[in-house]
C-alpha cells in the first residue's frame, strides 16, 4: 500500500503500471465504489474512490518493489514498519477480495428493513449485514466495518433501501 497526493491517485496508478517492472510489480490497483449522487433533480451512479489518497500494489518480491518505488520519493509515502512496506493482512486481503471480487470495484446494493432489521436482497453487501454500522437512506450510502487495520477501519457502500416497515 502505498499513500500519495489526493487527486493524484490515478496518476501515480498509471505511472507505477508503466514504470515499474513485471518482476517488481504483479498489480496495482485502486479500490472503487458506486454510489447514487442526485443532481438536477435526478439520481445518477456515480464511481468514487474507496481509500482516497491510497494505491494498492501486488507484488511477489516486495525487497525489488520497495527499490524501485524509490523513484517516487517525496511523491508518495510509502507506509512502513521496520523499514518494509507494510503489507496488507491476509484476513483484510480476504475482505476486500471477497466484496470488490478482481474488478476490485464495489458496486450497488439494494435492500430492506423489516422491523428493525436490514436485509440485503442483492448485490455485494449480501451476507454482509451484520458488519453494516450506519444507513444513510438519504444519501443512498452505508458504513460498513472493516479490519481495523485498513486505512479508515470502515468504508462506504451504495446501498438503497427501497422498503422499510
Known sequence: MIQCQKQNEWKILNSCRQNISRTALKDAFIFTYDRMHKFHGEWHLEKRLMFPTYVFLESDHADALVEELKQYEGIVDLLRASGKMIPVQKNEEMFLSDLCGKSHHLGMSKGVIRDGITQIMEGPLQGLEERICRIDR?????KVEAPKSLPQG???AGLEIVEKS
Open 154 to 156: 470502515s468504508i462506504l
Open 138 to 142: 438519504h444519501k443512498r450510502l452505508a
